[in-house]
């Protein structure tokens, strides 16, 4: 049974920081692009930020960019997204997702497999 599961989210202040992981099991995913998507109540799932296998090329929304990293252990498995300054805005269920071969990494229905959310709450 391939599986994204993601951990690492919780309640944090404006300001702080939060890690998130995303593991994955049942296939090999060393060779995908992984992405991080996030939706808030009543909005689309917007693109966070995408990594391909090599980490020769990183993507991020322009939203993040300078506060959120994403990086890849292919070793493990396991995607990461490690989240600084982190503002209200923030708020949203976090989804890390993979593409098995590289389209288009900012739309969600480009990606082949997905986790089932890590709920992230920034409180002001």
């Known amino acids: 049974q391939v599986q994204l599961v993601e951990s690492g989210g919780g309640l944090v202040q404006a300001g702080g920081s939060l890690r998130l992981s995303c593991a994955g099991s049942?296939?090999?995913?060393?060779?995908?692009?992984m992405g991080w998507f996030r939706q808030a109540p009543g909005k689309e799932r917007e693109f966070v930020a995408a990594?391909?296998?090599?980490?020769?090329?990183?993507y991020y929304a322009h939203s993040v960019k300078g506060r959120f990293t994403i990086s890849r252990d292919n070793a493990k498995n396991t995607v990461f997204l490690q989240m600084n300054s982190l503002k209200p805005e923030d708020t949203a269920v976090y989804y890390c997702?993979?593409?098995?071969?590289?389209?288009?990494?900012?739309?969600?229905?480009?990606?082949?497999?997905w986790g089932q959310g890590t709920q992230v709450t920034v409180s002001s």
């Open positions: 997702a993979a593409q098995v071969v590289f389209k288009q990494v900012l739309r969600p229905e480009e990606y082949d497999y």
């Open positions: 049942g296939r090999t995913f060393s060779r995908d692009v």
């Open positions: 990594i391909t296998w090599s980490n020769n090329n990183i």
